[in-house]
């Protein structure tokens, strides 16, 4: 049976507000040590630091009294595609000199290696995707917006234009849920008409593939025209690219914020030194 419900998975743009220490964080720190969290996921190549901030990930979405279910929904449509990756990182990986075979069978040839870096890219994987969601769901848009300006702020003194890469971000992240409400509506519109959609098992990429283009070629002509109205309501309230404008919204700091900031230093400072340690020493 086909399963239509496209938007339910969509987590990132989306703000659940709650009553939490992560909800009430200062939008500028909570960004910070997001970048930070990001950095030691994408650069530490140990597997017990990679599955060591994964669980840290997890307790930080209960400390946010967010639904682990709903964490969970972002990673379940690209599930497959993830599984299939792995197995080809196990199965191509080059061993290394002191890789242990656990299989060797003609072509095949499965070593602790390609295993190690397979629980690596999972892990950064789920890591990197609930440190999204945490974020988008635990700051409001325009909060998560003014913050990404305020920081970003020193690279006007080099004519970088921020504040128009902030609108773009800002633009880009807001079109997500409403792209994916739109594919639901394709989606429905065109079985009534007949198409067949997500009756292929999930191995066979192929047929999914093709069923998928009924959709595309709508879907980004509705993002188009989205497109074209949003910059003429944007023109009509007087936007201009580029002049400076002010805000009604300002931050301020508090304790917990320095605390927050001063713990996803020091967490991510024993990952590293865990994982280079030996080479500083």
């Known amino acids: 049976m086909a399963n239509f419900e496209v938007s339910k998975y969509i987590t990132i743009g989306?703000?659940?507000?709650?009553?939490?220490?992560?909800?009430?964080?200062d939008p500028r720190v909570k960004l910070f040590c997001f970048v930070l969290w990001i950095l030691a996921v994408s650069l530490l190549p140990s597997v017990i630091v990679q599955l060591g901030l994964l669980v840290l990930t997890v307790c930080l979405f209960a400390m946010a009294k967010l639904p682990m279910g709903y964490g969970m929904s972002g990673i379940r449509p690209v599930l497959p595609i993830v599984i299939i990756v792995l197995?080809?990182?196990?199965?191509f990986a080059r061993s290394g000199p002191n890789a242990t075979v656990l299989i060797h069978a003609g072509w095949l040839k499965i070593t602790t290696t390609g295993i190690?870096?397979?629980?690596?890219s999972a892990a950064r994987f789920f890591t990197i995707v609930w440190l999204v969601s945490l974020l988008t769901l635990t700051t409001s848009l325009s909060n998560l917006?003014?913050?990404?300006?305020?920081?970003?702020?020193?690279l006007q003194a080099i004519r970088v234009p921020v504040r128009d890469m902030v609108m773009m971000f800002t633009i880009a992240l807001r079109f997500v849920p409403l792209l994916a409400e739109e594919a639901e509506r394709i989606m429905k519109a065109q079985a009534a008409r007949g198409a067949d959609f997500g009756t292929a098992p999930w191995w066979r990429i192929d047929k999914r593939t093709r069923s998928v283009f009924?959709?595309?070629?709508?879907?980004?002509i509705g993002a188009l025209q989205r497109g074209e109205t949003l910059v003429l309501a944007m023109e009509v309230r007087g936007?201009?690219?580029g002049e400076a404008r002010s805000s009604y919204v300002s931050f301020s700091g508090r304790r917990t914020d320095v605390v927050a900031l001063l713990l996803s230093i020091v967490v991510?400072?024993?990952?590293?030194?865990?994982?280079?340690?030996?080479?500083l020493v």
């Open 87 to 91: 197995l080809f990182e196990v199965i």
């Open 239 to 241: 936007y201009r690219p």
């Open 268 to 279: 991510i400072a024993i990952a590293a030194v865990a994982t280079w340690g030996w080479k």
């Open 14 to 25: 989306r703000y659940i507000p709650r009553d939490s220490f992560i909800h009430r964080m």
């Open 214 to 220: 009924p959709i595309l070629v709508p879907l980004f």
């Open 145 to 154: 917006t003014h913050a990404l300006e305020r920081l970003m702020s020193p």
């Open 116 to 120: 190690l870096l397979a629980v690596i």
